[in-house]
Structure formats: structure tokens, C-alpha cells
């Protein structure tokens, strides 16, 4: 059964960081390009990042260029991002999602092409 845990969320404060994980079972990671998106409360699902399956190709949100890394370790099926510099506006429930394609390049504007989605793991960015 394919499978992806998200954790690493929590409560930071703003300028704080946070490193969230997505481990993947049932499936063999390297195969699948991976995105992270996330949900703030009434707001659309929106796409934060995604890297390509050997990871050496990423997309960021204008949003969080500069201040959040994707990276993956298709060793130990999981694929990480690092959140620095993090703001209020970054709190959401985060959820990383596989789309089962070998490409060179990845992107976070079409959510439907990511088959494959975890339960969430929420980050809250307050004082």
C-alpha cells in the first residue's frame, strides 16, 4: 500500500525554523517526483516546492524562494524541507504528494498530476 508521513510540524516563532520530513512505504521513492503544498484556514491548497526524482531540479512559491530548501534522500525514501525565516503567514497544514513520472523538471501549479497524497503535518508560525 503506497504510503506518505508527513512530520516535522509544530509551533515556531516568527523567524524560527522548522525541517519537516516525508517518508514514503509501499512504493520506491525515486520513481515519483515529489511536491510539497500546503492549506491555511480558508484558503485554497496551494504549492510550496517540488523536485525532480534524483533531485536536481526544484520549483519554489514566489513566496518562499529564499527562505525554504527541498532536498530529498532516495536512500532512506524521504524527501525533507527546511523552513527558515519563517512568518505568520506560513502557518498551514503542509502536505507532501508524489506524482508517479521520471522528468527533469517539476512543478506545483497542477495539483491533479500528484497521485499520491499524505495526512499533513500542521505548522503554525506565531509569537
Known amino acids: 500500500q503506497l504510503q506518505l508521513v508527513e512530520s516535522g510540524g509544530g509551533l515556531v516563532q516568527p523567524g524560527g525554523s522548522l525541517r519537516l520530513s516525508c517518508v514514503a512505504s509501499g512504493f520506491t521513492l525515486d520513481k515519483y517526483v515529489i511536491g510539497w503544498f500546503r492549506q491555511a484556514p480558508g484558503k485554497e491548497r496551494e504549492g510550496v516546492s517540488c523536485i525532480t526524482n534524483a533531485g536536481d531540479s526544484t520549483t519554489y512559491a514566489d513566496s518562499v524562494k529564499g527562505r525554504f530548501t527541498i532536498s530529498r534522500d532516495n536512500a532512506r525514501n524521504t524527501v525533507y524541507l527546511q523552513m527558515n525565516s519563517l512568518e505568520p503567514e506560513d502557518t498551514a497544514m503542509y502536505y507532501c504528494?508524489?506524482?508517479?513520472?521520471?522528468?527533469?523538471?517539476?512543478?506545483?501549479?497542477?495539483?491533479?498530476?500528484?497521485?499520491?497524497w499524505g495526512q499533513g503535518t500542521q505548522v503554525t508560525v506565531s509569537s
Open positions: 504528494a508524489a506524482d508517479l513520472v521520471v522528468s527533469d523538471g517539476c512543478g506545483i501549479n497542477w495539483q491533479a498530476m500528484y497521485e499520491n
